[in-house]
C-alpha cells in the first residue's frame, strides 16, 4: 500500500492490489463534520482522480466508528447564511462531480450518518454500512433543509415516498427500508466488514475499465437533466428557509430549540421567494 498526499483533514492510502484509492475522513474531534476545510480538501483530491483512470475505485469510510455528524453542531451558532449558502453549494457541486468520475465510487457509513454525510453519500455508486447503523437526513432538528442534493437528488436515486418519509420525519432509517430503497447496497457484520469489502473491490478491479467508465457515464447521463433542475431548486427553497436564522437556535445541551413558528416566517419566505424571482427575471433581460 502506498501513501501520499499531506492533508489535514484526510488520509489516503492507494493499495495496487485492487487498484484502489482509499480515502478516510480523520477529523474524529469534530465527529468527522464536513467543515468548509474537509470540502476543499475533497474536491481537491476529486479533482485530481479525473484523470487518473488507472485507479479502479474510490473507498471513502471514516476514522470513527459512526461515519460523521455532517453537520457542526457546536458552530452553527456562529455561521451565517452566507456561511451555511457556501458549505451546501460546495458539498452540492463535490456530489454531483464523483457521479461523473471515471471511478467507482464506494462509501462505507459504519454505524451511521446524518445530516450532510448522508447528503455527502448520494455521490457515491455503491454504498455499504453496518447491520446496526443509524442512517438519517434530520437536517430540521437543526434548523436546516438537505439543500447539497438531500431533496432533489435523493429523490430521484431512490423513491420519492421513501425521500419524504426519511427528510420530512428526520427520523433514523429503518435497516429494511435502507436496502428496499437501494439506499444501501451491501450490509456487514463487524467480523465479516473487511471480507466483504476486499470481495468488493476485487470484482470491481476483474471489470473491462473502458466499459466500466463509460457504463457510468451512461448512467448519470440518463439522470443528468433531473439532477441540474433539482440542484437549481434546492438553492432556491434553501436561500428563502434560512430566513428564519433557526439553526442559530441550536445549543447542544438543549433537547428542544425554540424555532420561528410557521405562522410568523411565512410572509418572510414569501417575499424572499419573489425577491429571487425579481432579480432572476432582471438578469435575463
Not at 474537509?38 to 479525473?50: K, Q, R, T, Y
Not at 454505524?111 to 453519500?121: I, K, M, Q, R, V
Request: proline fraction near 4%; charged fraction near 20%.
Amino acid at each position: 500500500m502506498q501513501s501520499f498526499f499531506n492533508y489535514l483533514t484526510l488520509s489516503t492510502r492507494l493499495e495496487k492490489t485492487t487498484r484502489t484509492l482509499f480515502v478516510t475522513l480523520n477529523r474524529p474531534d469534530w465527529q468527522n463534520a464536513l467543515r468548509l476545510e474537509m470540502l476543499f480538501e475533497l474536491e481537491g483530491l476529486l479533482a485530481w482522480c479525473v484523470n487518473k483512470v488507472e485507479i479502479n475505485s474510490i473507498f471513502i469510510n471514516s476514522s470513527s466508528p459512526f461515519f460523521s455528524n455532517g453537520i457542526d453542531h457546536h458552530s452553527l451558532k456562529d455561521l451565517n447564511a452566507q456561511s451555511l449558502e457556501r458549505i451546501n453549494n460546495k458539498l452540492q457541486k463535490i456530489i454531483f462531480a464523483m457521479m461523473q468520475l471515471p471511478q467507482t465510487i464506494i462509501m462505507d457509513l459504519g454505524e451511521g450518518c446524518s445530516t450532510l454525510a448522508s447528503e455527502f453519500s448520494l455521490g457515491a455508486d455503491i454504498r455499504m454500512c453496518s447491520r446496526e447503523a443509524k442512517i438519517s437526513f434530520n437536517h430540521s432538528h437543526f434548523g436546516l433543509i438537505p439543500a447539497a442534493g438531500g431533496m432533489s437528488m435523493l429523490s430521484v436515486l431512490v423513491s420519492p415516498t421513501y425521500a419524504r418519509n426519511w427528510v420530512l420525519s428526520g427520523m433514523p432509517i429503518e435497516k429494511k427500508a435502507l436496502i428496499e430503497s437501494g439506499f444501501i447496497n451491501h450490509c456487514y457484520d463487524s467480523d465479516s466488514r473487511s471480507f466483504r469489502v476486499q470481495e468488493l473491490l476485487q470484482h470491481i478491479s476483474l471489470l473491462a475499465p473502458v466499459q466500466r467508465i463509460q457504463s457510468k457515464l451512461g448512467l448519470f447521463e440518463c439522470l443528468r437533466p433531473q439532477f441540474e433542475a433539482g440542484m437549481a431548486m434546492d438553492k432556491k427553497i434553501s436561500k428563502a428557509s434560512m430566513v428564519s436564522e433557526d439553526w442559530r437556535m441550536i445549543r447542544p445541551d438543549e433537547k428542544q430549540a425554540q424555532f420561528m413558528p410557521a405562522k410568523s416566517m411565512s410572509y418572510s419566505v414569501k417575499l424572499s421567494l419573489i425577491k429571487t424571482e425579481d432579480t432572476q427575471v432582471k438578469m435575463e433581460h
